[in-house]
């Protein structure tokens, strides 16, 4: 397959870019193809010839995106809608990879796909507006707590505060399913070469607050936990909210009947070991 990744300078775009090798892959940066602009995603498509579109680009700072909010549904919202009619046009299936954040947090238990959502920040209204606009013949992956070591995101940060040897403060009062950007990629290409459409939940096994998920890095990354302390979501004063409990089940996954991902710890543990084999 030919296939065009959107944001491929992002964290999951590069993971496409590193991890998939049995197809022809056109990974594009913001300023390559912006997908809030027709004519740029026209003269890409023209370009590239894909069979399938990977939407990895994304206004993804929640804050951002509530002090911004014009801006975020322009980018995660109105621009998949772009994608999906160019997309369609060109015969071109489109996977559009959305969020934990198009719930309201307030459940008892993992989100299922089947579940209603209730977005309860600026962030996650956009990226269901994107869910909305990329037509029901698309693959909408929904994921959470994306992480790898390289990008921006909380495990980078987690490891070079452990390496400043300051303190350190997360949150004990949101949970979600971290994931690893290679385990999401594998199966996200699993589905792809299936051609599944619809929502499919992806993430890592196993859940945590962000508090415990430091104090587990700071263990595998031999420091001491006791580094970090916990703190609650409130105190930060942070200007979007976050859904307390987004945990998702990759219930369609199992009825699909593709395997798992591994459990978060093993990942992370996979992940940092290598890391400092490759240091030493
Ligand atoms: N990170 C998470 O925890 C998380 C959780 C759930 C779902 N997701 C979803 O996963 C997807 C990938 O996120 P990520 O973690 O890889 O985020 P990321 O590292 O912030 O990557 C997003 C990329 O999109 C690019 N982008 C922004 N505006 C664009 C535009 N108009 N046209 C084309 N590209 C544009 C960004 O470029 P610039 O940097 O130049 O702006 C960036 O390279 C997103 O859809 C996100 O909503 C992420």
């Avoid at 944001?7 to 590069?14: C, I, L, N, S």
């Avoid at 680009?57 to 995660?76: Q, R």
């Avoid at 987004?246 to 290598?274: A, C, I, K, V, W």
Wanted: charged residues 20%.
């Amino acid at each position: 397959m030919r296939i065009l990744i959107t944001g491929g300078a992002g964290q999951v775009g590069k993971a496409f870019s590193r991890q998939v090798q049995n197809h022809e892959l056109f990974a594009c940066s913001r300023s390559e193809l912006d997908i809030s602009d027709p004519i740029s995603i026209s003269k890409a498509i023209e370009s590239y010839r894909p069979d399938v579109i990977i939407n990895c680009g994304a206004l993804t700072d929640v804050d951002k995106c509530e002090t911004s909010p014009e801006l975020a549904m322009n980018i995660n919202g109105h621009a998949v809608g772009l994608l999906a009619t160019q997309a369609e046009k060109c015969g071109a299936s489109l996977v559009q990879i959305s969020t934990d954040y198009v719930f309201d947090g307030e459940k008892d238990g993992p989100y299922l796909e089947t579940d209603p959502t209730k977005p309860i920040s600026v962030y996650g209204q956009s990226k269901l507006l994107g869910e909305q606009l990329a037509g029901s013949g698309a693959l909408i992956v929904r994921t959470s707590w994306v992480m790898s070591l390289d990008g921006n995101n909380i495990l980078v940060k987690i490891l070079r505060l452990l390496d400043e040897g300051g303190e350190l403060k997360f949150v004990d009062d949101q949970i979600g399913c971290p994931t690893f950007t290679d385990d999401l990629v594998n199966v996200v290409m699993k589905l792809v070469e299936s051609d599944v459409t619809g929502v499919v939940h992806v993430t890592n096994g196993g859940s945590t607050s962000w508090f415990d998920f430091a104090q587990h890095v700071a263990e595998c990354a031999g420091s001491d936990p006791k580094q970090v302390s916990p703190i609650s979501g409130s105190e930060l004063n942070r200007p979007a909210r976050r859904p307390k409990n987004s945990t998702l089940e990759n219930r369609r996954l199992s009825d699909l009947g593709f395997p798992q991902l591994p459990h978060y710890l093993d990942s992370l543990d996979h992940l940092l070991s290598n890391e400092n084999r490759d240091r030493s």
